[in-house]
């Protein structure tokens, strides 16, 4: 197997900043929700290796090839399920990552449809530069979610109703900023 040297790991590091510094995000709340910092940080530590190696372990094991006849709305499960994964693992309960992977899915077969209707916004929103967007789509799914779904004074745990809501809102977040509509 290719060793990538300590430039070519920079390389994929610059070009996959946003993943990155998605993960890095991620680590914070999760350690800020559960305080166990080693399964954040070493959480965090693992994904980001794996980001960067990604490349050379797809190839040695010929997921490269099988990845490219992946059909792009199964495509967008597939991004989706290493974080819901994770989801699921860490609050003993899927509920949440169902719904949420339910949402990715539906937003990439209704994709199409939106995008005419948010032609609009779109052009609005892009006033905004991408990269500014990039880094407010995870900080504001996160607040919003965090505002919906905080428990309330003295409760011991957060209705279901509303971490499904929370994580319907942050999709939805995702969508209006990072989608890039093809107007028809």
């Not at 939106?114 to 530069?129: E, H, N, T």
């Not at 409760?155 to 109703?161: E, R």
């Amino acid at each position: 197997m290719h060793r990538p040297t300590l430039a070519e790991l920079l390389q994929r590091a610059r070009s996959s900043w946003y993943v990155i510094l998605f993960i890095l995000l991620f680590a914070a709340v999760d350690w800020i929700a559960h305080h166990d910092p080693v399964i954040a940080f070493l959480g965090a530590i693992i994904a980001i290796a794996a980001v960067l190696t990604w490349p050379d372990v797809a190839a040695r094991l010929h997921v490269d090839r099988l990845l490219a006849k992946v059909p792009p709305l199964a495509r967008a499960a597939l991004i989706a399920l290493p974080g819901l994964a994770f989801i699921a693992l860490r609050e003993r309960g899927g509920l949440v990552a169902v719904v949420t992977l339910a949402a990715v899915v539906g937003l990439a077969v209704f994709g199409p449809a939106l995008d005419r209707r948010l032609a609009g916004f779109y052009r609005g929103r892009d006033a905004v530069p991408r990269a500014g967007r990039m880094v407010a789509a995870p900080v504001l799914a996160l607040l919003v979610a965090g505002a919906i779904a905080a428990p309330a004074r003295g409760a011991a745990s957060v209705s279901p109703v509303l971490l499904v809501l929370a994580a319907l809102a942050s999709t939805a977040i995702g969508f209006l900023l990072l989608r890039e509509g093809k107007e028809a």
